[in-house]
């Protein structure tokens, strides 16, 4: 097959690059060290020029000229690259990156020098535990000129999920299809070319693809021609994108159908999947238009690329990713499919179109200066996710999803193994790991309490600000905090609702700009320490004391080491009130480790952190408890639906520190049958859940049985008035998905019977029975558990052309009680083509939960560990899943001893993870957490439920 990488040369180029092209053939035969290649041979011996693992700052790149020619028949690609850089220091070496490449060919030519046909010979050099390469020239690169990097390269498409790799899809008819894609965060663009690939170096790129004629090909930019090249070739030549980071670049070269739309603005956005899945593209297709138009005119900075493109990838690792103008996305986060999709499945679809459009901007456009700040990307786009559904679909109500992000944030904040939000990273390992639920979710946190404390107005104007300084450009964590205090010291506070030092903020006596405030030292205490504050409260008649602590899971205040924990962590926390006495908001600033303050009037209770848009626990001592149950037993609705939720998460937080009995946290959920809001409702459900599973897993069978006697017998009410059908709001449908899910779960009759039914007539009809999608899930469950039903779900699985209807028969399959189906369920995830390999540590935590596949999937990592790093790497967050879903359940001594022994083993062979610690610290909280709170539970049950209940 004819390959001529330099079409897109100028005469002038070809000409200096002739006589070099003719000597590539006899180096490539005469080359005996991988990676020492280029114009030379290079010695064995000749030491690597670089030693730290970040890139010189001698050379910058200006822009690429990249030249990718995937064969989709043997599974590799050969490419070219000119690189045009800027010398800001003399060197005699160029330092980039390559990893898994086979570098064929390299020179370095002088811009604009039309004499010398080069540099001379050039040594490639490459050292591998750093994935470098360097460009060894005989003669200094002098500082302030131009030059040209020509790389030559080919290589294997990856098998696994990052750099340029291979994705398969089949056919209704079974047909195998193969397609490659591109997925570079946050270090794989070094796989798929060598570029300076890291977030600093931005650069502009031309881009040319070569391909078959029954495929096509898509890349960051719009296509501006195709040229018809030998032997019945295709090359599509992009546009010049934007400048940009190696990590947003993308391609990807298949046999996708589309839709397409544009927006007001004239910017054309096109959705594409596999051919047969095309029609469930259109509700991803209005979503993205609508978002996209949304937050043109929020920043009031426009979409700066003539196109968006949106593909479903059928393997991908994560939810998305944000690259500039092709976006890519797991089927099940862009495909809608009205028969098999649920309330929850077009939540999900919509909150990540959300997502990844907000990164257009913020990652995009303003790019984090390094990882260890890749919480100005993902926290915000987790943030602007909220903003941006809340406003243009309003009925979806993710408001109700946000409280759990925080939640969730906290859960993970409150061990002792978190880390801050921006946190050093420098391995490729330690950069993958902060993508996690403290960037993310916390991060997204944190600046709601921010938007709340400076207000939506001024919040808004700082953040648009901060895009606007920072466009095509690179910030840090301190950038974002002075660009807000400018914003905020140039406003006018004087209709009074700005950052107020007390409750007597109402009097505009004690107001001040948060250029006083000092903005940065208020948010280093945010993102500099781990953590989050927990705050006790002691009202003595109007006058209240709180006082902030480091908040710990299963950390008491009589252990040894609670004051050495506690050392040095503090934080500037903006409080919220309300009392019985006013509903109007109020604000205290806590700068010390105490304060007080006055109320102005008698009240019978204080609520705290109000709607939840703090990012800390309130602990109201035993008299502050006992009234706002009081409260809530006779009067919830004094409070919002957020301030109840809020309630009931942090009674049972509490419960781990010793602070609160767990028995006072289970009567706190007792007035939830009066509950007629579904956030508390599944808040309050959602631990009595948890508390059963905890028991069923360790064979507490007595204390499981009287607590889901419990259950069913409370919640009646509540379980009996849900209706099989797709009706009502978001919530009432989340509300529905959630407890005839727990019925069934619990055993309870008319659910069991109800969703047996169903499932009959379904298979009945050959699977062509249209059943209400919000209850799927639970219908395919229980038809699992017998063997015919599990047989014909497997096959289902195999056909179907849903990724969201596979996603419900998957979880019901790994649901069985019978330990040799679950056993063929890891086998086929294990090979990987009935059950993808992105799907597979979705199953292992699946299995994981069930009673009877728990030693199953613990079993098989251990044995098969070696295995799992072949299909995915170390750092891959796919591992972390694998690891964390197999483990953090754990609640013996002896399991936690077989776990330390595993994690030491995986240490002497190098493998040292964040979420080692992270599980260790887990385990060893859950073994406590049960030792102290398994004889209280019992207890109360005995008390709650008559003799003879059962």
Known sequence: ????????????????????????????????????????????????????????????????????????????????????????????????????????????????????????????????????????????????????????FQAKLAEGFDGFYKSTYQTKDGEKRILAATDFEPTAARMAFPCFDEPSFKAMFSIKIRRGAYHIALSNMPKVQTVELADGLLEDHFDRSVRMSTYLVAYIVCDFKFVTATTTSGIKVSVYAVPEKWSQTQYALDVAVKLLQFYEDYFNISYPLPKQDLIAVPDFQSGAMENWGLITYRETALLYDPRTSSALDKLWITKIIGHELAHQWFGNLVTMEWWDDIWLNEGFARYMERVSVNSTYPEIQIDDYFLDVCF??????????????????????????????????????????????????????????????????????????????????????????????????????????????????????????????????????????????????????????????????????????ITSGSRRLQRHLLKTQSDTFQLEDDVSWIKLNVDMNGYYVVHYGEDGWDSLIVLLNH??????????????????????????????????????????DNIPLLQGIGYLNALYRIMEMRNFTDTAEKLKSYILQYFKPVIDRQTWSNEGSTSEKRLRIEMIGLACDLGYPPCIQKASQLFQDWVKSNGTLSLPTDVLRVVYAIGSQKTEGWNYLLNAYQHSLSSSEKNKILYALSRTKDTEKLSKLIELGRDGEVIKKQDFAALISSISGNPSGHTLTWNFVRENWAELLEKFHVGSSIIRNILYGTTSHFYSQEELEEVKTFFNSLKEQGHVLKVMEVILELIQKNIRWLERNRPVLEKWLEDIIPSGAN
Not at 30 to 46: I, Y
Not at 543 to 554: A, D, M, P, S
Not at 650 to 674: K, P
Request: aromatic fraction near 8%; charged fraction near 20%; glycine fraction near 6%.
């Open 408 to 577: 969730g944030a906290m859960g993970r904040d409150a061990l002792n193994s978190s880390h801050p939000i921006s946190n050093p990273a420098e391995t490729p390992v330690q950069i993958m790991e902060m993508f996690d639920t403290v960037s993310y979710d916390k991060g997204a946190c944190v600046l709601n309490m921010l938007k709340d404390f400076l207000t939506e107005e001024v919040f808004k104007s700082g953040i648009i600000r901060y895009l606007q300084s920072y466009s095509y450009k690179n910030a840090k964590s301190d950038d974002l905090w002075n660009t807000m205090a400018d914003t905020s010291s140039e406003t006018d506070f004087s209709s009074g609702a700005f950052c107020y030092t007390s409750s007597h903020a109402k009097n505009k006596v004690e107001r001040y700009t948060c250029e006083k405030l000092g903005l940065k030292e208020m948010m280093d205490t945010w993102t500099l320490q781990m953590g989050l504050p927990v705050i006790t409260v002691e009202r003595t008649g109007r006058q209240v004391r709180v006082r902030q602590e480091r908040f710990l899971k299963g950390v008491l205040q009589e252990d040894p080491d609670y004051s050495l924990l506690q050392s040095g962590y503090h934080w500037q926390i903006p409080l919220t009130y």
């Open 635 to 676: 009067n919830h609705t004094a409070l919002s639906n957020k301030d109840r939720t809020n309630l009931i998460h942090n009674a049972f937080q509490l419960i781990g520190t010793g602070r609160l009995s767990l028995d006072r946290a289970l009567n706190l959920t007792r007035y939830l049958r009066m509950e007629t």
């Open 1 to 152: 097959m004819d390959f001529s990488p330099y079409s897109f040369l100028t005469t002038m180029e070809k000409l200096q690059l002739k006589h070099l092209l003719r000597l590539s053939v006899w180096l490539q035969l005469v080359l005996s060290c991988r990676g020492s290649v280029g114009e030379t041979v290079a010695s064995s011996t000749q030491p690597f020029p670089w030693s730290k693992l970040r890139l010189p700052t001698d050379i910058v790149p200006n822009h690429y000229d990249l030249l990718i020619h995937p064969n989709l028949t043997t599974l590799d690609f050969t490419g070219f690259v000119k690189i045009e850089v800027d010398v800001k220091r003399d060197t005699k070496h160029v330092i980039l990156h390559s990893k898994g490449l086979n570098i064929t060919s390299a020179s370095i030519v002088a811009d604009g020098d039309q004499e010398s046909a080069g540099l001379g010979k050039v040594t490639v050099l490459e050292f591998h535990p750093h994935e470098q390469i360097a460009l060894v020239a005989p003669e200094p690169l002098i500082a302030h000129r131009k030059y040209r990097l020509y790389i030559e």
